[in-house]
């Protein structure tokens, strides 16, 4: 199993551009989760799935979107990037519910210039 | 609103010691509290997660002790070693009201041959 897997490993983005941050998993987690972390800081829930059609919103989740179409995948998107998104983005997944253990990709660091 | 701290922030130790990391939190009505590993530029691997109903959790040379009605969890570290230099977050999962787990904002941890 590959785990959880995240694409692209680094991006810079100018201000105003948009771009996909892409998670996949192969373990058949229900539940996906998208978190950012800044420098020195602990992780904070942008979005999370609860299984494929059906997401909600975490701690963070202005200036950005997500879909589930399948139970493997689930897409970040960032609308008009802004200095303030600059950050290391993590996808994560989990078997049931949000407290069990969660299995994290490797990240994908993003800087907004 | 559940926060949760960890104190220090950062910590240098010889090797071999034994260590203990802090994590309290200001809302006891957890679920449960877990422990993670994180490696520069990684993602954040689980290492221990206890249950509410759970006093402490043990994983070869780690163990995680929790009080719930303290706010406190502890995790420590026999006769540390090189390879244990990572930063060590911990995050809780509501008991009540909530889906999501809070992080603190870690423990860099350099151990030195």
């Known amino acids: 199993n590959a785990g959880v897997t995240q694409t692209p490993k680094f991006r810079i983005l100018k201000i105003g551009q948009s771009m996909t941050l892409q998670c996949a998993q192969d373990?058949?987690?229900?539940?996906m989760y998208w978190y950012r972390q800044d420098p020195g800081m602990g992780l904070k829930l942008i979005y999370y799935?609860?299984?494929?059609?059906?997401?909600d919103k975490g701690e963070v989740p202005n200036g950005y979107n997500v879909s589930r179409s399948t139970t493997e995948d689930f897409p970040l998107r960032l609308e008009l990037a802004a200095p303030s998104q600059t950050s290391v983005y993590f996808c994560?997944?989990?078997?049931?519910?949000?407290?069990?253990?969660?299995?994290f990709g490797p990240g994908t660091r993003l800087t907004v210039l | 609103k559940q926060e949760v701290t960890q104190i220090p922030a950062a910590l240098s130790v010889p090797e071999g010691e034994n260590l203990v990391l802090n994590c309290s939190f200001t809302?006891?009505?957890?679920?449960?509290l877990q422990w993670f590993r994180q490696d520069p530029g990684k993602g954040l691997t689980s290492l221990l997660l206890?249950?509410?109903?759970?006093r402490e959790q043990t994983s070869g040379r780690l163990n995680a002790s929790l009080d719930k009605s303290s706010g406190r969890s502890t995790l420590y570290i026999a006769a540390s070693q090189p390879g244990d230099s990572a930063t060590y977050l911990c995050?809780?999962?509501?008991?009540?009201?909530?889906?999501?787990?809070?992080f603190g904002g870690g423990t860099r941890l350099m151990v030195k041959p």
């Open positions: 994560a997944s989990s078997y049931s519910t949000s407290g069990d253990t969660q299995y």
């Open positions: 373990m058949n987690h229900n539940y």
């Open positions: 799935s609860v299984g494929a059609g059906i997401t």
């Open positions: 809302d006891s009505a957890i679920y449960n």
């Open positions: 206890i249950q509410s109903s759970q």
């Open positions: 995050a809780v999962f509501p008991g009540n009201a909530g889906n999501m787990l809070t």
